[in-house]
């Protein structure tokens, strides 16, 4: 008799696993409930929530009110639009070119996502550095 109960154990060690599994009390599902629940994966959550409406923000502060302000300095240009042609053809604005196909290097909008990124690379270090110095606070005492 043990020939045999070892012979189905081997031959199907799927419902080995899925036994232990059911007999230690825990399934995939309340694994994934556990992982889910932690409070990190809630604060991740949050972050990426967060994170989203900040980068919405940010972008619309970049484009609605820093870039015209350099455009108008730059002479009433929409700074996104300012462009470097390549090659031989002349166009009047960056929208022919682009419809053309013509290639060309657009330096004002590559500055505008500069600027977007520097607002919030400083922006996250500032808040960071407020929480590390609440957290070594904390620690300290």
Do not use: C, H
């Not at 657009?106 to 270090?125: C, E, K, M, N, S």
């Amino acid at each position: 008799m043990s020939k045999k109960s070892s012979k189905k154990e081997v031959s199907n060690p799927l419902k080995q696993a899925q036994k232990a599994v059911s007999e230690s009390g825990f399934t995939f599902i309340d694994e994934f409930k556990q992982f889910a629940i932690k409070g990190d994966m809630i604060d991740l959550a949050v972050g990426i929530i967060i994170g989203t409406g900040f980068n919405a923000l940010v972008q619309s502060l970049v484009n609605d009110v820093i870039m015209p302000i350099f455009g108008w300095l730059l002479g009433d240009a929409k700074f996104t639009n300012l462009y470097i042609q390549l090659g031989g053809q002349q166009f009047d604005s960056l929208p022919e070119a682009l419809e053309a196909g013509a290639p060309v290097i657009q330096y004002g909008a590559f500055i505008a996502q500069l600027v977007d990124f520097f607002i919030i690379a400083l922006t996250v270090f500032i808040i960071l550095r407020y929480f590390l110095r609440i957290k070594k606070k904390e620690a300290a005492k």
